[in-house]
């Protein structure tokens, strides 16, 4: 069993001791449970298979040569417009992280990578974040976070200046 | 039970229905037939076929979580109490509930379903819109379980080390944004 399921487990176990503790009545915890359920699994379903698909149409060798130290600044746009492309979990942006690593890519350009996946990936977006908190606060998320992937990939730079440490090592 | 007549109510389970099988499942649904359509055209049967059971892998694994995060949020929001939240992390938190609310994103266990619904518990309290957008920034760059089980393996510890110190600052930078925009928020789904 993975650390993430075994940590999910014991918080949910702790949880069901306070609830029997507290007399919790069980009704509107089921309640809840089955409405975000519905909001959540069908789509996320359809999400998963087709995420899948995706990752094998993305021109993974095609964008990492565009990622190689020699792009500089450059890479950093292209690196978080990859970023975007991503519509799955981490076992995929994982794995074309490590394509573009061993193609060459910078530190600079990965890191800018998975910071724009791990804020846009747009299946989150549209299986979690619209249903379960709403459009108004989707918009306002994205404004808030534009430049986040930019700040993350200058910084990555700034710090190449002074050190190598960080290089990936996939 | 008295508490469980919603079971039996039509209009309930309906909108439950509505919420899961509704017109956007079928977008979602059409999505997959597309790209599996594609995925078969250009990159043909072999491909396609490994990317099927991979997805099949993929959503036999995900499911026990999301019943777990799903199941971890709903009773969170009937347990903690959403006033003491929103003393935490409300409009008068000032910085302290930016950095509150990032070590909240960055120590979240599990996938989007349990940060997203805790999220909607936060947004449920009155947390202020700066420690909302703080916290799901915080799960997303610098959440703790996915440095170890992701970027460790996958990019080699250094890589790793570097990819969270220079996360640090985002959340609160983006809490900063967040506070600052003129936009409207209207959350869904307000406590009770």
Redesign the interface.
Known sequence: M????A???G??VI??I??VV?Q??????????????????????????????????IPKQLIAGLLGPDAGLLALPVAAAAGLMVPS???IS??I??VF?KAGAS?PA??TF??SW??FAAH?I????L????A??F???I???A??PF??GV??ML?GLITT?????? | ?A??D?LHDPD?RRS??R???GR??FG??G??V???T??YI??GHD??VA??W??LD??TN??????????????????IPRDRISALVGSESGLRGLLIASVAGTIT?????????L??VL?GSGAD?GA??AY??AW??L?L??I????VP???P??A???FA??M??PI???L??RR?P??????DPGQ
């Open positions: 993975s650390i993430g399921l940590a999910l487990l918080l949910l949880l069901v306070v609830a507290r919790q009545d069980a009704a509107p915890v089921v309640k809840r449970f089955a409405e975000q359920f519905a909001k959540l699994v069908p789509r996320m379903l359809c999400a998963l298979v087709g995420a899948g698909f995706v990752a094998t149409l979990g981490p076992v994982f794995a992280a490590a690593a530190t990965l890191i998975l910071t791990s804020i989150r549209l299986i979690f974040e249903p379960l908190v709403g108004s606060f918009r306002l998320r404004a808030s976070v430049v986040i700040i993350a910084l990555a710090v440490f960080g290089q990936a090592a996939p | 039970m508490g469980f919603f309930w439950v229905l919420d899961g099988f956007s499942f979602f649904l999505f997959a597309v790209t599996g594609l995925s250009l990159r491909a396609f990317a099927l991979g997805d993929l959503v995900v499911l026990p979580r999301v019943v777990i995060a799903v199941s971890i949020a709903a009773l969170i929001w009937f347990l266990p599990g996938g989007p379903a349990s940060a997203y619904a999220l909607a947004a819109r909302m957008v799901i920034t997303g760059t959440g379980q996915r170890l089980v992701w970027d996958f990019m080699g250094e890589f080390i570097m990819r220079i996360s600052s985002l930078i983006a809490g944004i967040a925009l936009m409207q928020l209207t959350v869904k």
